[in-house]
């Protein structure tokens, strides 16, 4: 991981030095974009380990940022935002964003939470685990495929490791918590409107079968039921 290329995209000159020193410390690599169109710019030019984005920005803003950058790659992105609104988490999350922070923040969690989107990203494929079938739904954790009778689902990243998380511990009720460790890497207290957000990106997927669901179990957390 050290070494590594991280592009943090502010307009707040004390954000990027703040942030700059405590990943450097860590043995990273900074490089900087103080709006929208410098950042797609950089990201044209040579795409970094992860991006921190900020979704406030002058020209083009971050939500535009994000779309433009998953519709082509699955770049790990934590986006920062300033406001503590569920509204702007979501739309990130929606967009593909892989995490958020509501500024002010730690920059100690911040760097957590990098450390934690990487390794997540670099997690390497299990040769030894056999495919997991659930009625008309096949999961290959060797290939990190997921069919739905003869039909391929694409799904992202972490898409997947929430899904095999889920399916692992089939009938069993995970806390958003759990998740977070199993999926995500991490087990930040509150920090769970990731999973509702992308629980509902994997009931979407997953509507073409019959055989498996994901069931919200109130005041607790999700299970699937195969």
Same mark, same amino acid.
């Given at each position: 991981?050290?070494? /590594? ?8 000159? @004390? ?10 410390? /860590?043995?990273?690599?900074?490089? &900087? &974009? ?27 803003? =971050?939500?535009?940022?994000?779309? +433009? ?14 406001? %503590? ?11 593909? &964003?892989? %995490? ?5 923040? @730690?920059?100690? /969690? ?17 040769? =030894? ?10 999961? %290959?954790?060797?290939? +990190?495929?997921?069919?739905? =009778? ?6 992202? *990243? ?6 095999? *998380? ?26 769970? +409107? ?20 994901? /069931? ?11």
């Amino acid at each position: 991981m050290s070494g /590594e290329r991280i592009l943090v995209v502010d307009d707040e000159p @004390n954000i990027v030095d703040l942030t700059r020193v405590y990943l450097e410390r /860590e043995g990273f690599r900074v490089e &900087a &974009a103080a709006d929208g169109a410098q950042a797609l710019a950089r990201l044209q030019e040579r795409e970094p380990a992860l991006m921190i984005l900020d979704l406030m920005l002058p020209e083009v803003d =971050g939500y535009e940022v994000c779309r +433009r950058t998953r519709a082509r790659s699955d770049l790990p992105i934590l986006m920062l935002t300033a406001r %503590d609104e569920d509204v702007d988490k979501i739309v990130g999350l929606e967009l593909g &964003a892989d %995490d958020y922070l509501t500024k002010p923040f @730690n920059p100690r /969690e911040l760097v957590a939470r990098v450390k934690a989107i990487l390794r997540r990203s670099e997690r390497p494929v299990r040769p =030894g685990s056999k495919p997991i079938h659930l009625g008309d739904v096949t999961i %290959d954790p060797a290939r +990190r495929e997921v069919r739905v =009778g003869e039909a391929a689902v694409g799904l992202r *990243a972490k898409e997947f490791d929430l899904l095999l *998380a889920l399916a692992e511990h089939r009938g069993l009720v995970l806390t958003r918590e759990q998740l977070l460790k199993l999926a995500w890497g991490f087990d930040f207290a509150g920090e769970t +409107r990731t999973v509702d957000v992308h629980v509902a990106h994997l009931r979407k997927r997953l509507a073409g079968s019959a055989a498996v669901r994901i /069931e919200t179990v109130t005041g607790v957390g999700y299970k699937l039921v195969a």
